[in-house]
C-alpha cells in the first residue's frame, strides 16, 4: 500500500485526502497543528485547525479562511477521516488523525507530556503509522519536573528583588511565556510582559486559561516597582534599547537547550532555566510506544539518532526532512548545532 503521507516540496502532504500538514509554501489546503511561526505560515487558502487554538491562530495570521474543529471531532475529506487529538505542546495543539483504506495514521506536530496549566495533555492516539517531532531526541535530553524549575524561577526573582534588582526572563512570546505566568508566585512582585508576550497572553485569558495579571512596562508609573518585577520578553529583545529602561537586572532564559553549556554561554545571560514544550527523550519513547504504531516517522530534530535508535529496538523507522524551525530559541539551528559538543558536559 502506497504512503498516506508524503513529503512535497510544499509540506507533508496527504495523497488521498488532498491536503497538507503544516506545509511551508502556499497550499490549497491546509491542516495546522499549532500557531508558531514554522508550522502556521501565511499564504494558504483554507485553514483547518483545532478549536482551542483558532483565536491564537487568527492573532498571528490575520483575517484568513479558518475552519475550526473541535477535539475528536472527525470529518471526511478525499475519504479520508480526519480528526484531531491534544499534542500537549502549546495552546490549541493537536495531533492529525488520518484513517483511509483500514490503515491510521498520526502526525504528532509537536508535543510534549509533562504537565501544562495551559493547554491539555498529550493524548496517545492509536494508529499503524506514528509521525514524530524530535527536536530533543537525545538521551541526554531529561527534563526536571516543572514545579521545580517554576521554584527554582520564583526563587531568582525573590533574590533579585531583595536586592533591588529587575529579574528579566527571555522566553518565547508564545506558549513558553504563558506556561511560565501559570507557573509564578505572583506575590513576589509585579509581573511586566513584552508587547509580544502581552498580546498572546491576553488571547490565552480570553480562551479560559487564567493567568495572573500582567502590565506593560509602559504602564507602570512607580519606577521604583520596576525594581522587584519579573519582566517576560522574547530573545529578541535581548541587547535592544526597550532594555535600557530596567537599568540594573538580571536576566536568565528559560528553555530546554539550556541544559548545555555552549547555548548558556552564547547567551550570556546570569541564568538558565531548563524548561522545554517539547518532549524529552523518555517522553517521546512514552509517546511512540503508547500509539502502538509498527511504523515511525521522525521528522524534525535529531532525526538520524533516533531513526537508528528505533530500528535497533524493533521499529520500522525513517525520517521525512522538514522545514521547520525551533521554538526553544530564535537561534535554535546554532543552538543546536552545539549539542554534540556538549553531550559529554551536560
Known amino acids: 500500500m502506497a504512503d498516506m503521507v508524503v513529503v512535497r516540496k510544499e509540506g507533508l502532504y496527504c495523497v488521498p485526502g488532498q491536503f497538507y500538514i503544516d506545509p511551508w509554501r502556499p497550499v490549497e489546503r491546509a491542516i495546522i497543528t499549532h500557531a508558531h511561526a514554522d508550522h502556521a505560515r501565511v499564504g494558504h487558502r483554507h485553514y483547518l485547525c483545532a478549536a482551542p487554538g483558532e483565536q491564537v491562530l487568527r492573532a498571528r495570521l ?23 487529538h491534544p499534542a500537549g505542546h502549546v495552546l490549541g495543539s493537536a495531533q492529525v488523525r488520518m484513517q483511509h483504506g483500514g490503515e491510521v495514521w498520526v502526525a504528532s506536530g509537536d508535543y510534549k507530556l509533562q504537565p501544562d496549566p495551559t493547554c491539555l495533555p498529550f493524548e496517545p492516539v492509536r494508529c499503524d503509522t506514528f509521525i514524530t517531532e524530535s527536536t530533543f531526541g537525545l538521551p541526554i535530553y531529561r527534563w526536571q519536573a516543572p514545579q521545580e524549575i ?28 504563558q506556561r511560565i505566568l501559570a507557573g509564578l508566585d505572583a506575590s513576589i512582585g509585579p509581573l511586566i510582559c513584552h508587547g509580544a508576550a502581552q498580546a498572546l497572553t491576553q488571547v490565552y485569558r480570553e480562551s479560559g486559561v487564567a493567568l495572573p495579571a500582567t502590565v506593560m512596562v509602559g504602564e507602570v508609573t512607580d519606577k521604583a516597582a520596576l525594581k522587584t518585577a519579573l519582566v517576560i520578553a522574547p530573545p529578541s529583545a535581548a541587547g535592544s534599547p526597550w532594555m535600557k529602561r530596567f537599568g540594573d537586572y538580571s536576566d536568565a532564559f528559560a528553555s530546554g537547550w539550556m541544559l548545555l553549556r555552549g547555548a548558556r554561554r552564547r547567551r ?73 559538543e556538549d553531550v559529554s558536559h551536560a
Open 150 to 177: 517554576y521554584d527554582d524561577i520564583n526563587q531568582w526573582w525573590r533574590r533579585n528583588a531583595a536586592e533591588g534588582r529587575t529579574s528579566v526572563l527571555f522566553c518565547y512570546a508564545f506558549g513558553k511565556a
Open 62 to 84: 490575520g483575517p484568513v479562511s479558518i475552519q475550526a474543529l473541535a477535539y475528536g471531532d472527525t470529518i471526511e475529506h478525499h475519504g479520508v477521516q480526519v480528526s484531531l
Open 268 to 340: 550570556g545571560v546570569d541564568r538558565g532555566f531548563v524548561l522545554s514544550d517539547h518532549a524529552d527523550w523518555p517522553g517521546l519513547m512514552q509517546a511512540i510506544t503508547a500509539t502502538q504504531a509498527e511504523r515511525i516517522i521522525v521528522t524534525h530534530g535529531a532525526i538520524p539518532v533516533m531513526v537508528r535508535w528505533l530500528q535497533q529496538n524493533g521499529w520500522q523507522a525513517g525520517g521525512f526532512e522538514t522545514e521547520y524551525g525551533d521554538d526553544e530559541a530564535d537561534d535554535g539551528a546554532s543552538v543546536a548545532s552545539t549539542a554534540a
